[in-house]
């Protein structure tokens, strides 16, 4: 099954920036695109940005233009950039798998993702 280990979390004050990642292990059946998810404390998990396997990326209207998705396939690995960083973007953030049979569909519905990391804490001061 595929493994996800995300990294790079941590307190920065408004206005800063973080890099997470997002490293894959093991060997999966078929093609996953990549998708990144948060929630903070008492509120429900929303979609935050996606990339498919051609490396086309689609972001929430909250972090467009401030966040960027990537991914590096020689590490299989997958980074968020994170910029200009405000209070609203305090939660657990995870990385998560989904299969591309499920493309001609919406990138943020959680449900379609078959496998999640155990999320990294980002938190941002004012």
């Known amino acids: 099954q595929v493994q996800l280990v995300e990294s790079g979390g941590g307190s920065v004050q408004a206005g800063g920036s973080l890099r997470l990642s997002c490293t894959a292990s093991?060997?999966?059946?078929?093609?996953?695109?990549m998708g990144w998810f948060r929630q903070g404390p008492g509120k429900q998990r929303e979609g935050v940005a996606a990339i498919d396997t051609e490396g086309s990326t689609s972001y929430s209207d909250s972090v467009k233009g401030r966040f960027t998705f990537s991914k590096d396939n020689n590490k299989n690995t997958a980074y968020l950039q994170m910029d200009s960083l405000e209070p609203e973007d305090t939660a657990m953030y995870y990385c998560?798998?989904?299969?591309?049979?499920?493309?001609?569909?919406?990138?943020?519905?959680?449900?379609?993702?078959?496998?999640w990391g155990q999320g990294t804490q980002v938190t941002v001061s004012s």
């Open positions: 093991g060997y999966p059946y078929v093609v996953y695109s």
């Open positions: 998560a798998a989904r299969p591309c049979l499920y493309s001609y569909r919406p990138p943020n519905l959680k449900d379609d993702y078959r496998y």
